[in-house]
């Protein structure tokens, strides 16, 4: 295929949408991503799963999760990738039902646990980790996904794009122990209101320098909002905020981000 991309990640063949789980550990770049194996269109959402050690070389590696359907699983929706307490590496995504979007019943957070080598995932048998009747804070819509863990001053928090009513948000929740398999809800790190159908997709919450950077995808584009996180309310105060990347107005477009920090 001439019109096949040679320098930037793609996958061995069929369709691919959000990157999930970027993380460096251990002398190796991962990326998975939204996947699916059976064609080139959207459907039967899978999280492939590639590494490098120059992000310009990759590495196929086996899938990594593909929806549980004896468990009502119908796609396994974006997230990311972390570390436990004990070492062991843990994926955290939304478990999407099966049916239409009005059909479906709303989404839960699941976690998967991966070996050492980070090739073999096992979906914990405690799933969900957060759901909407369990995760503690008011109730959401249907819509509630894309799980992004961050840490700061030795405390991880989790952020996931969510809507009420009235307004769009990000959610903010914090471990409660080192499992990462237990969360508690604080507040809503940022809102704006609905509008048409405003959703804030793919939340990534992060610090550089001395501000702190908040990415969201609400259809179409990402935007980034910069600002100061009081780590004592958990308040997050915007100072500038704007347009990152136009999206689908461009081809190629950058949508549905995700992070990762090195040495």
């Not at 190796?28 to 039967?44: I, L």
């Not at 610090?207 to 308040?235: Q, R």
């Not at 100072?239 to 689908?248: H, I, K, N, R």
């Amino acid at each position: 295929d001439p019109t096949r991309p040679i320098y930037h990640f793609c996958p061995p063949a069929n369709w691919m949408n959000d990157p999930n789980g970027t993380i460096y550990h251990n002398g190796y770049y991962h990326v998975f991503y939204q996947h699916n194996p059976y064609g080139d269109d959207w459907g039967h959402i899978h999280w492939g799963h590639a590494r490098s050690t120059d992000l310009v070389h990759w590495e196929h590696l086996p899938i990594a999760l593909w929806p549980s359907k004896e468990l009502g699983e119908e796609h396994c929706f974006s997230g990311c990738a972390g570390i436990d307490g004990a070492g062991q590496p843990i994926l955290i995504y939304t478990m999407v039902g099966a049916g239409t979007h009005e059909e479906r019943p709303a989404n839960e957070q699941w976690v998967a646990m991966g070996d050492a080598d980070w090739i073999t995932w096992q979906k914990h048998p405690a799933n969900p980790v957060l759901s909407l009747k369990t995760h503690g804070g008011p109730p959401f819509r249907k819509d509630w996904r894309d799980p992004f863990i961050f840490t700061e001053a030795g405390r991880t928090f989790l952020v996931i794009g969510g809507d009420y009513e009235d307004v769009a948000g990000v959610a903010l929740y914090e471990a409660m122990d080192n499992t990462l398999r237990h969360w508690h809800y604080h507040k809503l790190l940022y809102q704006r209101p609905r509008g048409d159908g405003l959703f804030l997709e793919c939340p990534n919450f992060f610090k550089v320098g001395g501000k702190w950077v908040l990415l969201i995808s609400p259809y179409s584009l990402i935007e980034y909002v910069i600002g100061d996180f009081d780590l004592t309310t958990l308040t997050f105060t915007p100072m500038a905020e704007g347009v990152l990347d136009p999206g689908f107005s461009t081809v190629p477009n950058f949508y549905a981000s995700n992070l990762l920090f090195d040495a």
